[in-house]
């Protein structure tokens, strides 16, 4: 039977010692014995190879270009053949090619570098069949310059045509087309170009010249409008149309009579490039006719944007010099406006960084807008208006690196640098040598923006290196002081904001007039991220002056621009930056016109809502709010100081002490089990006397463990924790150390979290699911060790509990919860340990869990009165930029020289007219944006002379009378309501007195030096006693300060007293709180008991100023008993609101019955609007007209007639009138 092969008994059997078997010998290892060889004559080779190059470069480029031309003419091709149209291209498709040039024609281009890399390699020019072009070549560049150069001139046409179209039905196409004007002109008319005759009847061409293709200028717009909402769809629609064509059964073919596969998409390509290349010189062009008019409406005395005149002399020595406005007209760009009017359409700057600044922008930078390398390039076509040129960023990065290199400034840091350097080793948004993108495979890696607070995007950088460096940022900010008034200062809101503004500090990057109008703020989600200490400067909601400001509306932006990733990679670098620009453009405008909804979604979920959360929540933590402020101040001294971090100096020492510590800790247990074991099985004598030995030893090490911690000299860099236990210190230092540890891992999930839960509420894009599995897959991975992590730190907690003497004064560490949605919203978490005693009484903010919830709520609180003032100043700003912006409108369309932009121009006006719709809100009413339309009209009727060219009557009659008081507000019963055909103009039959009377300060008023203290009336004429504190006599004394019920209730009685009532006179005054009382259903009895002072029912005057509490306005009533007359007076001109207001009918109901008779029960009553012509452009004047016309009324007149530049006169009067009071004693 045959071996089976392979098996021990098959192998041949050799006598004696065998085979002998030799090792394979090892090969050499090619780094100890490889050298490097110099062939010889390469260096003549390559000296050869370079003149040849440096030859072919200096060859005329007229024969490189005779060259290219007649291997362009032996297709037969037309310009629109050559046409490389790179926009969402398949890279599949049959036709792909990754720039904007004619395929057939490819030129070999090669950088310096590659030359001098590949000269080794080539020895010859070589062409290969597959080589793919980077650069555009000499075809292209002639083809998007005749292009630019045609563009211009089909403005005219365009216009002509939408001027025809626009509003009516479509024309149907003529079997000829010309503009011929003689009838006499050959086939090839020289009274147009082709792309004009085209233009004009409707149709664009897809070249420059000779085009075999138009496409629709409707269907263009159509798609105008889908790229806006969408994104980039060229390849759709081409497939799309060409499929439709197709089955309707034109099929295209090419002159071979074959199918061709993809007749639409290079034409149509180049035809949407182009045709929003013509878009946007044409608005350009109305720009520059808008800004014209703008210019000349801005000095005008008529002007929308009033500037102020300083105090004079007299009143300087009224108004306390703690309230002067330091604030200075000014202006900022037209660009700025146009993007966002709330941000940037304000006429006075300078507002403190300290108290939130002018205005508030945010930065940050994005990866994944990258491009390909080997994408390519195009010819320039496009002028970006919201990416800064590189040169400009480059600049400021060679800057930066410059200043680097020299000495760092002496500066006295408000964090400690330790707490920045820990922040800057979390984030690697702050290294910017970390490489975020391969350079190999991508030119351009990403993007860095610039947006204000309401989201809208201002400016872009491109980022262009492979980490996100400082550079970027820095030159958008820079960038946006060059587009501000001299003294506008900003808060910029940035991941890293920390280490930005120490780098600023440190080096003299900015120029020191920016840096002293600049500050910077982290973002509110990646706040958690920073160690605490640069919280409590850096945490916007922890700064004061920022209100809600959050700045992550660049997360939202990323949002939106998602769509845009796929194709940016595979476009040329051109065609990238004009998606992004043009996507960001249409953002930008959609996001402008929800300003309004914007102002009341902040107003209404941030400012009332949180508020009052937080408000409730100092309530019921029962400490005063004096007291919170001063544990909050007490807290960020303690942990803002140097000796707060200076542990971190010691940390290497200990933790090699603490490391041995552990060894030793784990030879006590080693010897402790092997003498139970040995004991166990009764070991014998050597035995035990070598264990005995180990103890011995181990005794001498641990006293030479506690030397080493004594070398250390703890005690001495930390006098405070001399006498503390060693044992103590060591837990209290471990405890810190993972606490540290715990909370960077706890940070690390925190992003997780939101990664998955982003899409929630359908605020961004849900991630993949490839994606969400390996971001539950590192949750679920780092989980045990989080969670071990927090088990050992209570551990630690609890032994120091144990270990703790009364007597050393260090506040204790609380455990952690184990809970990640608990462990996310604990406080303690972003806190250091206290590793030195207090002195005296430990403090409240540290143990008083009541103290630390409150001190949280007063900070919610603060920033939701800033963010109330801001929303206010931003409701001014788009009534004035609206005034402005109309005005303008309406003196280009009365000018001559724009009749050629007359259409455009009128949807121009269209459109504004309709955003008091979008934008009214309870801080900006309709009638502020009604007022701003009359005057526009009427300016640019006084600078034109001409007739205006709309009539407020075009607007919407019932949405302009739309109330703005919520329905559920409104009575149901319509009888105690004011019926709208009552309210009318004051057309009584007495004769209407107006007082004009100018009251200003007079000089025998006495005015007492302590201007801040607490001033009182004693009870005079029939008034109650009252007082003003401090806060009161700021608001009257500043001239945009808004005044409370306590500065109208109180004035009154001095006018009384200033205009020399008699003591019998004829008025009653109620409070303005009485009409409050009767909103909410006071009782009879409540109503009697506080009016009857006034004595109403034997008066014939009543005098009753209104608050309205949705729009924060005050209005007046002046009730005429005897001729049973309601006057209304409301200084914005709105007759509608009073709805809601007219419940003065029941006063005479709260007076005893015997008086009722003489009363208004029963009879019918006339209403009369004092002025339906608005007095007041601003929002916080509004109290001051009605002490004006309180005053007027009071002199034996119906109105009052005062403007407006006579209110701030009026307003240091009545401060003067408090100041004459005498000061409350203590």
């Known amino acids: 039977m045959p071996l089976k092969p392979g098996t021990r008994r098959a192998q041949t059997t050799i006598g004696g010692l065998g085979k002998h078997f030799t090792s394979p010998k090892r090969p050499r290892d090619k780094k100890q014995t490889q050298r490097l060889i110099e062939n010889p004559g390469q260096a003549l ?36 053949d050559i046409t490389e149209f790179t926009g969402d291209l398949d890279p599949g498709d049959e036709d792909y090619i990754p720039s904007d040039a004619e395929p057939d024609v490819i030129q070999d281009t090669h950088t310096q570098t590659d030359q001098e890399t590949c000269d080794n390699r080539c020895s010859e020019t070589r062409t290969t069949e597959s080589h793919r072009r980077i650069l555009p070549d000499v075809p292209a560049e002639r083809l998007y310059a005749s292009w630019k150069e045609l563009i211009p001139n089909l403005v005219s046409s365009y216009l002509h045509y939408m001027s025809r179209t626009v509003g009516r039905p479509l024309p149907s196409n003529p079997q000829s087309i010309s503009l011929c004007k003689t009838g006499d002109c050959p086939r ?23 085009p075999r293709m138009a496409v629709s200028v409707d269907l263009l717009a159509f798609y105008r409008a889908l790229f806006e909402r969408s994104c980039d769809a060229v390849n759709a629609l081409a497939s799309a149309l060409h499929t439709h064509y197709v089955r309707r059964g034109f099929r295209m073919i090419n002159k071979d009579g074959t199918a061709t596969q993809e007749p639409f998409r290079r034409s149509l390509g180049s035809a949407v490039q182009w045709y929003d290349i013509l878009q946007v010189e044409v608005n350009q062009r109305i720009e520059a006719a808008l800004q014209a008019c703008v210019q000349f409406i801005t000095p005008h005395p008529y002007s929308m944007m009033p500037l102020h005149d300083p105090p004079t002399s007299d009143s300087a020595a009224v108004v306390p010099a703690s309230s002067k406005q330091l604030l200075t007209p000014g202006t900022c760009a ?36 990258r491009h390909r390398r080997s994408a390519g390039d195009s010819p320039s076509f496009y002028d970006p208006t919201y990416f800064l040129p590189k040169q400009q960023v480059d600049e400021i990065g060679a800057h930066i690196e410059k200043q680097r290199k020299k000495p760092h400034n002496t500066r006295k840091p408000i964090v400690p640098d330790e707490a920045i350097d820990s922040c800057e080793a979390s984030y690697e948004a702050a290294d910017g040598k970390k490489q975020k993108a391969s350079m190999e495979s991508f030119d351009d890696t990403g993007l860095m923006a610039l947006i204000c607070r309401h989201d809208i995007p201002l400016f872009f950088a491109n980022i262009d290196s492979p980490g996100e460096q400082q550079k970027y940022v820095l030159a958008l900010i820079k960038h946006l002081f060059t587009l501000l008034p001299s003294q506008a200062t900003i808060v910029t809101l940035y991941d890293v904001g920390c280490v930005v503004d120490r780098s600023l500090s440190m080096y ?11 500050r910077f703020a982290t973002t509110a989600m990646h706040a958690y991220g920073h160690e605490w200490a640069c919280q409590l400067t850096y945490n916007p909601r922890m700064v004061v002056g920022l209100g809600l400001s959050d700045g992550e509306g660049t997360e939202r932006l990323w949002s939106r621009l998602t769509k845009l990733i796929g194709l940016e990679r595979s476009s040329s670098r051109q065609r990238r930056i004009w998606l992004i620009d043009r996507q960001a453009m249409a953002i930008g405008a959609e996001m402008r016109n929800d300003l309004g909804e914007w102002i009341k979604r902040r107003l209404q979920r941030g400012v009332h809502e949180q508020g009052q959360v937080a408000q409730d929540r100092i309530e019921g933590c029962g400490v005063p709010a004096g007291e919170l402020e001063a544990q909050w101040a007490s807290q960020k001294k303690s942990q803002l100081s140097i000796r707060a971090h200076a542990p971190a100096r010691l940390k290497k020492e200990l933790d090699a002490v603490l490391t041995l510590q552990a060894d030793v800790d784990t030879t006590v247990r080693a010897i402790q089990n092997a003498k139970t074991a040995i004991e166990k099985e009764h070991g014998s004598d050597d035995t035990l006397d ?85 971001t539950r897959k590192a949750i679920a991975k780092r989980q045990p060790a989080l969670m071990s992590a927090i088990r050992k730190y209570n551990s630690y907690c609890e032994q120091l509990e144990k270990l703790y003497d009364p007597t050393s004064s260090i506040p204790l560490p609380t455990p952690l919860p184990t809970k990640l949605n608990e462990l996310r919203n604990h406080q303690s978490l972003m806190e250091d340990l206290w590793i030195s005693p207090s002195v005296g009484e430990i403090p409240h903010w540290i143990n008083n869990q ?36 109309l005005a303008a409108v309406e003196l280009a369309l009365c000018t001559q020289e724009n009749e050629i932009y007359h259409l455009a121009l009128q949807q121009r006006r269209e459109e504004l007219l309709t955003l008091p719709l979008k934008w009214s809100n309870p801080l900006a009413p309709r009638a502020r944006f009604n007022c701003q339309i009359t005057e526009a009209m009427a300016l640019a009727l006084a600078l034109s002379g001409r007739t205006p060219a709309i009539s407020p009557l075009l607007l919407n009659p019932a949405l302009i009378g739309t109330l703005d008081v919520p329905p559920e507000q409104m009575k149901p019963n319509d009888d105690s309501l004011l019926r709208e055909s009552e309210i009318r103009g004051i057309e009584s039959e007495h004769d209407v007195k107006t007082d004009s009377t100018l009251v200003e300060p007079r000089s025998h008023i006495q005015i007492m030096t302590n201007q801040v203290a607490v001033r009182e009336r004693p009870p005079i004429d029939g008034f109650p006693s009252l007082s003003f504190d401090s806060l009161d006599i700021s608001r009257l004394a500043s001239p945009t300060a808004c005044i409370n019920d306590v500065c109208i209730n109180g004035c009154i009685p001095l006018l009384f007293s200033a205009l020399s009532i008699p003591m019998t006179h004829d008025f009653a005054v109620f409070s303005t709180h009485h009409l409050t009382h009767i909103r909410y259903r006071a009782s009879d009895h409540v109503l ?81 609007t004092a002025d339906t012509v608005p007095l007041q452009s601003n929002n916080y004047d509004c109290g001051i007209w009605v002490l004006a016309s309180i005053a007027a009324v009071l002199r034996g007149y119906d109105v009052t007639g005062l403007s407006e530049g006579d209110i701030t006169c009026f307003r240091q009067y009545l401060h003067a009138l408090v100041l004459s009071l005498p000061v409350l004693c203590a």
């Open 850 to 885: 009541d103290v630390r919830d409150g001190i949280r709520a007063m900070l919610k609180r603060d920033r939701c009165l800033e963010e109330r003032r801001r929303l206010a100043m931003e409701a001014d700003n788009i009534c004035c930029w609206y005034g402005t912006e």
């Open 188 to 210: 090839n008319c020289e009274c147009s170009t082709l792309a004009q005759v085209l233009l004009h009847f409707g149709l664009f061409p897809t070249a420059p010249s000779q």
């Open 508 to 518: 003299d990057i900015l120029p020191k007039q920016i840096m002293s109008r600049l």
């Open 690 to 774: 070598m264990l005995g030995s180990l103890e011995r030893t181990h005794d001498r090490l641990m006293t030479k463990v506690d030397a080493l911690y004594a070398s250390l000299n703890v005690c001495d860099k930390f006098p405070e924790l001399k006498g503390v236990s060693l044992d103590f210190v060591r837990i209290l230092l471990l405890a810190r150390d993972l606490k540290i540890n715990i909370r960077k891992r706890a940070i690390g999930s925190f992003f997780e979290w939101d990664k998955l839960d982003r899409a929630v509420g359908g605020a961004q894009q849900a991630l993949g699911t490839k994606l969400h599995q390996q």
């Open 334 to 369: 037209s660009v700025l406006l146009q993007r966002c009017p709330a941000c940037f359409g304000g006429t006075m700057f300078g507002r403190s960084i300290t108290d939130g600044g002018d205005i508030h922008v945010a930065t940050d930078g994005n990866f994944h807008h």
């Open 1088 to 1168: 009697w008991k506080s009016t009857a002072y006034t004595k109403f029912w034997t008066k014939s005057t009543w005098i009753i100023p209104i608050h309205r509490p949705l729009s924060a306005h005050w209005v007046l009533c002046i009730a005429r008993v005897s001729r049973r007359e309601l006057q209304l007076f409301d200084s914005l001109g709105e007759p509608k609101p009073w709805r809601s207001d007219i419940e003065v009918r029941n006063y005479p109901f709260i007076c005893p019955c015997s008086y009722t008779s003489i009363l208004l029960q029963g009879c019918h009553t006339t209403h009369h």
């Open 45 to 80: 080779k390559r000296r050869r190879l370079l003149d040849r190059l440096e030859l072919l470069q200096q060859k005329p480029v007229d024969s490189i270009q005779e060259n290219n031309r007649d291997d362009t003419l032996t297709n037969g091709a037309l310009h629109e």
